[in-house]
């Protein structure tokens, strides 16, 4: 999977936690959180709407991690000056993503995507930052509920697929022959999902499996593939957190690995 994410069809890997509300982090101390702690790092500063993460359930439903002021749970984007780090805070959620953003020291440039350990070891640096930061301050304590590991890919058209009617060139799961009545497929959305069992045989999480097919800029075929694990930490710590992260991440590694034919693995390797 790394050999796989050093490739261009990597565009995204998304490291995330929510945690009980945080009620007195308002706007003015995301402002001294972001001078502080992150300004140095990430110099860029804009706001967002709030994200409304999501917690698994054992029966299979995914509910919003509580909030009791959603109107005014302001999200703040600290950003690197190239843009392709951004770290996401608010009240009850907390976020690094690395994007690929084709800025670098060129026009022309794209900086290289870091592997996932450099991403893991930033997240978790900034959010014992955070969790420092809201303990100095007497902001509340942090108390995780569920954590988050997301890789997205973009797999253009080539010598593999030419477009939906190809998916079995790359999908797995499209392997059988359609039949003649249906004529050729003109687009798919596709999420799939699958239980992360624990040491103790018990639910931990889920890994989801997404394939969206779309038109690139130069309006070309293109299939976007999202994987993601989320599920509970280990325990109530950074630790516990980046712990389950480690574990989402292979499961989003075999998952890949499994879900696309050897064919079009090869062609991305």
């Known amino acids: 999977m790394e050999n796989l994410a050093q490739t261009a069809a990597l565009k995204e890997v998304s490291l995330s936690v929510g945690f009980n509300e945080l009620y007195q982090l308002g706007r003015d101390q995301l402002d001294h959180l972001w001078e502080t702690e992150y300004k140095d790092k990430l110099p860029r500063d804009d706001q967002k709407p709030p994200f409304t993460p999501l917690i698994e359930q054992i029966d299979g439903a995914s509910v919003p991690v509580p909030s009791a002021t959603p109107l005014t749970n302001v999200r703040r984007w600290f950003m690197s000056s190239e843009g392709n780090e951004v770290l996401q805070v608010q009240r009850n959620w907390f976020a690094h993503n690395w994007r690929r953003t084709g800025v670098g020291v ?15 070891n930033t997240f978790s640096d900034s959010l014992e930052m955070f969790v420092g930061y809201i303990d100095k301050e007497e902001l509340g304590s942090f108390s995780p509920l569920q ?11 080539g010598d593999i697929w030419n477009g939906p009617e190809d998916l079995s060139n790359v999908l797995r799961m499209f392997s059988a022959s359609p039949e003649e009545k249906l004529p050729g497929l003109e687009g798919m959305r596709l999420i799939t999902k699958y239980l992360m069992p624990g040491p103790d045989g018990e639910p931990r999480g889920r890994l989801y499996g997404g394939a969206d097919t779309a038109f690139s800029t130069d309006g070309k075929p293109s299939i976007i593939l999202t994987f993601f694990a989320r599920g509970l930490p280990s325990e109530d710590t950074v630790k516990g957190v980046t712990q389950f992260l480690d574990i989402g991440q292979e499961w989003v590694v075999e998952g890949f690995q499994d879900f696309l034919t050897p064919g079009i693995l090869q062609s991305l390797s």
């Open 147 to 157: 954590c988050e590991v997301s890789f997205v890919h973009h797999i253009p058209s």
């Open 106 to 120: 060129t026009s022309s440039s794209e900086l290289p995507y870091p592997g996932y350990k450099a991403i893991r």
